[in-house]
């Protein structure tokens, strides 16, 4: 009776051992920086050319509406946001880009050519703008905001930047030549 009490005590720390080691690594990776970036709404990434001045010289403004979830347990800091066409050709969005309340994109209907429509997004509103702290398992949505300088839609790689690490996702910028067909999520003037 005696040898059985002292083979179990043995294998018992050795069962709690692994039991609190495991819980701890899951605990460090829990703890990490990780956020996950998505977009919410098909085709809502656009450049386009303010109808109004607001004070920028670059021609045209691009527009990525962006879900940022933290899936850590621990706040995650974004000092900035990356837009990278080519090796050679990127642009920044910072806390010094700072976008209207509004901007209004103006597009044909596609039924028929005499109406037009417009489209009032609210980027200022809704901007991401860094310094950005989210909470630990929390969500942030609104728009990253680029000065840029392109004439066509483009592909291109949205970089997020964190202290720790920097997150990247595919994007493509559309010119809202078609925007009759849009939720009306947004308000719309016709």
């Known amino acids: 009776m005696i ?13 709690l051992a692994t039991v609190s080691l495991t819980l701890s690594l899951y605990d460090r990776y829990l703890s990490r920086t990780n956020i996950r970036l998505d977009l919410p709404a ?13 004070g920028y010289t670059e021609p045209k ?22 837009l990278i066409l080519s090796p050679n050709k990127q642009y920044e969005s910072g806390p010094n880009i700072i976008a209207n309340n509004d901007y209004e994109l103006i597009g044909p209907d596609p039924h028929d ?7 009032t997004i609210q980027v200022g509103k809704q901007q991401l703008l860094p310094p950005l702290l989210i909470p630990p398992r929390a969500v942030k949505l609104g728009y990253v905001f680029f000065l840029i300088d392109e004439d066509q839609e483009f592909d291109a ?4 930047v964190t202290p720790q690490k920097e997150f990247t996702k595919r ?3 559309y010119i809202p030549h078609d925007i009759g067909h849009l939720n009306t999520r947004y308000k ?3």
């Open 113 to 119: 050519s005499a109406t037009t429509y417009k489209l």
């Open 42 to 54: 098909e085709r809502s990434n656009w450049m386009f050319t303010p109808p109004i001045a607001d």
């Open 61 to 82: 403004r691009g527009t990525i509406q962006l879900s940022i979830v933290n899936l850590s347990n621990v706040p995650v800091s974004i000092t900035g946001f990356r």
């Open 3 to 15: 040898w059985v009490i002292q083979f179990a005590i043995p294998i018992f720390s050795i069962i």
């Open 188 to 190: 719309v003037d016709m």
């Open 157 to 160: 790689t949205l970089i997020v």
């Open 171 to 173: 994007v493509h910028f």
